[in-house]
């Protein structure tokens, strides 16, 4: 008779481990949603969030229409937690909110719920990971050794955590990908940064008077990019002189569908209605273009590169960075991690996430085997955890903390049953918005 083994890896809780917080790191929706999973859960935690509120990314692009509807984009412990104290959503399920109505219905009123309000600590920016007395070179103890997380105040005052695990759902709207080709910034971008804008600004609102009468760039083949220019086709009709150009590095905006068989609608539409731009000659298309170097150009911007191997340029009055975004590892260090090569995402979790084979709607349920890394204890979830993939859902990063913490409790069963119904799609882009926005 052969006895089979379980080998999966348990939580190590040593008795110094056990009297310290799991700690979460940004307070956005998922960051949030693992800390709802630890209330049920009865751990304790600290969450150390850079912003002064909650989901201060999602404010940024709050104006910005999500494709999912709200039954996509409530985590089931959270709303377990919301309902218990006589929330109710509002809105129709079926609707898909703003990134505003996100925060404002839901993700501040969970914030405001005391078991999960009293552990968020505002203006606390994670500069370092480590854990206490060793480097990442140090083995002998290093699971029972307790994290330790350097923490930049808003005041410029440094302080340190310590932690029994870590969770990073820092996300990666703040770290957006270079305008060059080769991955890095281009030449000459300190001289022009105050004439590229980040993705998703607010064309239509805040940000109207300076897109108004001018001609924008728009760089990036994504939901993000199609956003912006959807947004200033209608300021053109508007504002006399309004001109947009949409910049593509590759030869078609592959990731921009308007499938007949996306379930998720307002996306398709996002596709036609961009479609139908550039047919009508309201957006001048450049594609192929491999941008290496900017310059000033008088009160606006050149962009230098090739197109199709000839030497190349574009004018304009400002230029919207619409190329996707990237995780901050520089604050990972010390950490020990396995990531992939390639989409820099948990190794185990990188073919199921990969681009070139999956979309939104058919990435496999995953939770906390694909997401380990030597670094016992330590995660990272949410977009970050998809690395350079642009195929994130915020529904699949709520099952991801689900397992997570169900592993720090030490409750591999419940760890180890990961399920995810996803609406089927065509393609998605992290280019769409912050958070897994726009492939939520």
Not at 47 to 63: C, K, N, P
Not at 217 to 228: C, D, F
Not at 308 to 323: F, H, I, Q, S, W
Not at 407 to 418: C, L, N, R
Request: charged share 20%; net charge negative.
């Amino acid at each position: 008779m052969v006895t089979m083994l379980d080998l999966t890896p348990r939580a190590v809780v040593s008795d110094r481990l056990a009297t310290l917080p799991v700690v979460i790191i940004g307070a956005g929706p998922i960051g949030l949603a693992a800390a709802a999973n630890l209330v049920e859960r009865g751990i304790d935690f600290t969450i150390l969030e850079a912003g002064d509120r909650v989901a201060t990314s999602v404010h940024l692009w709050g104006h910005t229409r999500f494709f999912s509807p709200w039954k996509h984009l409530v985590d089931p412990a959270s709303r377990r937690l919301l309902e218990a104290s006589g929330w109710v959503l509002s809105a129709a399920e079926g609707r898909a909110p703003t990134g505003q109505e996100l925060v404002d219905d839901y993700l501040a009123p969970l914030s405001d719920l005391p078991e999960i309000g009293s552990r968020i600590r505002f203006g606390q920016r994670v500069i370092a990971v480590s854990r206490e007395g060793m480097d990442r070179t140090r083995t002998a103890g290093r699971a029972q050794a307790p994290f330790l997380l350097r923490v930049q105040h808003a005041d410029g005052q440094i302080d340190e955590f310590t932690a029994r695990a870590v969770i990073d759902a820092s996300g990666t709207y703040t770290t957006p990908n270079p305008l060059a080709s080769s991955g890095l910034p281009p030449l000459g971008f300190n001289q022009v940064t105050d004439r590229v804008l980040h993705a998703l600004p607010d064309v239509l609102g805040a940000d109207r008077a300076r897109f108004a009468g001018k001609h924008t760039v728009v760089v990036g083949a994504g939901h993000s990019a199609a956003n912006t220019l959807i947004a200033l086709g209608k300021l053109a009709r508007d504002e006399p002189g309004t001109r947009m150009t949409w910049v593509l590095r590759n030869p078609s905006a592959i990731r921009v569908s308007s499938s007949p068989d996306d379930e998720l609608p307002d996306r398709a539409k996002l596709g036609t209605r961009t479609d139908r731009l550039v047919a009508s000659g309201v957006v001048a298309v450049v594609d192929s273009f491999e941008i290496s170097r900017v310059e000033p150009a008088g009160s606006g911007i050149r962009l230098i590169g090739a197109r199709c191997g000839e030497p190349a340029v574009a004018d304009a009055d400002l230029v919207v960075n619409a190329t996707g975004f990237r995780p901050d590892l520089d604050m990972l260090r010390e950490v020990r991690l396995e990531l992939d090569d390639v989409v820099e995402a948990p190794k185990r979790l990188a073919p199921l996430i990969d681009p070139n084979l999956h979309s939104c709607g058919t990435v496999e349920p995953h939770g906390f085997r694909e997401l380990m890394h030597p670094e016992q204890g330590f995660f990272i979830v949410g977009m970050k955890s998809y690395g350079r993939a642009p195929t994130f859902l915020l529904t699949t990063g709520y099952e991801q903390v689900r397992s997570v913490v169900a592993w720090i409790d030490g409750d591999v069963t419940a760890a180890s049953q990961v399920a995810l119904t996803l609406p089927a799609t065509g393609v998605c882009s992290t280019s769409d918005s912050v958070g897994g926005s726009c492939c939520s």
